[in-house]
């Protein structure tokens, strides 16, 4: 509907002597004085829509409103304003032919008479919601049982939020162990890892500088083995599928900083196995699980 055009083209004659504002209010349908005239237009259906523009259904008690449809033309009306000796005069011309888009432009001319503020937040700039966190660590990490033995690693990644409380990341690293045995053997063999971890985590923040999450996702990479002080042993390199998950703590101490700790899961790992002083074939199982503790700087950007 040209509810704007209508208003802008509305009169506003001269201005009498403006006395001070009152502080008490009443009803608005006791300040409205109505005529239709020749118009449609219903005074319950105007004071209502009046009171839906202005999000109240009482005025200050210094506010006079007319509202004089003409009488011989059913699209032209006249509505003047009173309120503390200041009064102002409003003229259309040319109404909508439709009632309701008519009672719609007089309702909100009024409450915009009554209440210059009645737009305020309608049309101003919708605030950005917050661009995503994105972030980014460097994290040490120290393993039991992810790979054979004890082992140690290193790992970069970035997260980046999704949501306030849901994030998508990304690691990549490698772990390496040293001196694992094969029962029967004599020999040890050492193992090294690269991976990449895609994850996905939710959580939220626990005060200002600490936040909580729950990660979870899979480890993807290639595992190699290399025997020593054995007869013949049997490590090639080969993927490394294992399902991983836990708790991410980012804190506060100067810098970010990040801590972890994940169970390891493996799925599908490469096989080690030796021979013993019999020429025996003998195997080092995969363990079933594993723990992961990390622990690094973390930027945001």
Not at 47 to 76: C, F, K, M, Y
Not at 89 to 101: I, K
Request: net charge neutral; charged share 15%.
């Amino acid at each position: 509907m040209a509810v704007l055009p209508l208003l802008l083209t509305s009169t506003t004659p001269s201005v009498r002597a403006q006395a001070p504002p009152s502080t008490e209010e009443r009803p608005l349908g006791g300040a409205i004085a109505f005529d239709a005239g020749a118009t449609c237009l219903e005074r319950s259906r105007l004071e209502s829509q009046v009171t839906t523009w202005l999000g109240r259904d009482h005025v200050r008690s210094d506010i006079h409103l007319d509202v004089r449809g003409d009488q011989g033309n059913p699209r032209a009306l006249t509505f003047s304003i009173s309120r503390g000796g200041r009064t102002r005069e409003r003229r259309f011309a040319l109404l909508p032919e439709s009632c309701d888009d008519a009672t719609a432009v007089v309702a909100l001319a009024i409450a915009l008479a009554i209440d210059a503020t009645v737009f305020t937040g309608v049309f101003a700039p919708l605030l950005r919601p917050p661009p995503p966190e994105r972030l980014a660590a460097i994290e040490l990490e120290a393993g039991a049982e992810v790979v054979p033995g004890a082992s140690i690693g290193i790992a970069a990644g970035v997260e980046y939020g999704l949501l306030d409380w849901l994030a998508a990341r990304l690691d990549a690293g490698a772990r390496f162990s040293w001196g694992n045995t094969i029962e029967g053997t004599s020999g040890v063999f050492d193992t090294a890892l690269a991976v990449v971890t895609p994850q996905l985590c939710a959580g939220g923040v626990l005060d200002g500088s600490v936040r909580l999450e729950v990660c979870s996702g899979a480890g993807l990479g290639v595992l190699r083995a290399q025997g020593r002080r054995y007869a013949f042993s049997y490590g090639p390199a080969g993927p490394w599928v294992a399902a991983q998950g836990g708790l991410r703590l980012r804190f506060k101490a100067g810098l970010s900083w990040v801590f972890e700790m994940q169970g390891v899961f493996p799925v599908h790992v490469p096989q080690f196995s030796a021979q013993n002083s019999a020429g025996s074939t003998q195997y080092r199982p995969a363990s079933p699980a594993g723990a992961l503790l990390s622990a690094g700087p973390a930027f945001l950007f």
